[in-house]
């Protein structure tokens, strides 16, 4: 009798551990899933990006496979440009040299600026504008222009000089056209 009690309470103690075991498992493989469900999620956020793009790539797509936007006599309208450009007349002036030939530069520009509001702005600002260009234009070497860096510059310049000239007007960027020393 005494060996069937001691057998009883060797089994409740087994079941016992069993019993915590089996909870420290379940504890386990719950910490593990929700652990692997949250770096999967994170994951999911990161690399699959914004939901707004992700909307918007949908909208710009269902857009085109419907096709163009038709005015009231069926013809389509054409998009409205991101950005407009104002055609400066031919600017040509004479460069600073300390020799006896005289050089010369020809110059054709546009700038761009961002609405259709500003391009009307910039026609009133242009006496202005091409006076700065020419005040620094005639001040310029041949030197100054050598090169794919001395154009850089001149073009940075006079993106600057527009600016100056036509403020509060924000011009984004001067585009030549043709540029000629001789």
Request: aromatic fraction near 6%; hydrophobic fraction near 40%; charge should be negative.
């Amino acid at each position: 009798m005494a060996e069937e009690e001691l057998e009883q309470q060797e089994g409740a103690e087994g079941a016992e551990e069993g019993k915590k075991g089996g909870s420290k498992l379940l504890i386990i493989i719950l910490l593990s899933v929700i652990l692997i469900g949250g770096a999967g999620v994170g994951a999911f956020l990161f690399i699959g990006g914004d939901s707004d793009e992700a909307s918007e790539e949908v909208a710009k797509t269902e857009a085109e496979a419907a096709g163009p936007e038709l005015d009231k006599d069926g013809n389509p309208i054409p998009p409205k440009p991101s950005a407009y450009f104002f055609e400066l007349p031919e600017i040509l002036v004479n460069l600073a040299s300390s020799g006896s030939a005289t050089r010369y530069l020809k110059l054709k520009v546009n700038l761009e600026v961002a609405t259709e509001q500003d391009l009307q702005q910039l026609e009133y600002m242009m006496p202005r504008i091409v006076d700065d260009f020419q005040l620094y234009l005639r001040q310029l070497r041949v030197e100054d222009l050598n090169g794919s860096s001395g154009i850089y510059r001149l073009k940075e310049d006079l993106l600057m000089r527009a600016n100056q000239a036509a403020a509060p007007l924000q011009i984004s960027n001067v585009l030549f056209k043709e540029i000629l020393v001789q």
